[in-house]
C-alpha cells in the first residue's frame, strides 16, 4: 500500500507535468507565451533542485551513519573551499576591457577560489576514471 505522501508527490507531478505539456504545447502552437514558457521552466528546475536537496538531506539524516557521513562530506568540501581561497590571488587581472566588468578584490579572489576548486574536481574526476579503467583492467 502506497504512503499517502508518496500518493501527494505522485498528484503534484501529475498536475505539473499536465500544465507542462500544455504550456509546451501552447507556445508550439501558437509562437506566442515564451516568456511564460520560460519562466514555468526556471519554476520546475528550482523546484526539482529544492525536492532533491530536501530529500537528499532527509535520506541522509535518517541513519546516524549517514549522518556522520554527510558531516565529513561537508567538512572535506570546507577545506577543499578554504584552500583554495588561502591559495587564490586577490589581485585584479589586467586585460582589454576590464574596466566594463566592475571588479572588486573580493569577486576577483572569489572567480580565483571558483577556478581552483573547479581544476581540484576536474581531477580528481580524470584520476577516479583512470583508477576505475585500471582496477576493471586488473581485476579481469
Known sequence: MKSVTSKIIAI???????VSAVSGITTFATGEYIDWLLIWTYILVFGAFFVIIVMSLIGMLSSKKSALTLLGVLALAA?????AHSL??????????????????????????????????????????AFTAVRAAVSK
Open 12 to 18: 503534484v507531478f501529475g498536475i505539473m507535468l499536465a
Open 79 to 83: 577545506v577543499i573551499i578554504f584552500g
Open 88 to 129: 587564490a590571488s586577490d589581485t585584479l587581472p589586467t586585460f582589454f576591457g576590464i574596466e566594463d566588468y566592475n571588479l572588486t578584490l573580493t569577486v576577483a579572489k572569489w572567480v580565483d577560489t571558483s577556478l581552483y576548486v573547479t581544476y581540484l574536481l576536474f581531477g580528481t574526476a580524470i584520476f577516479g576514471l
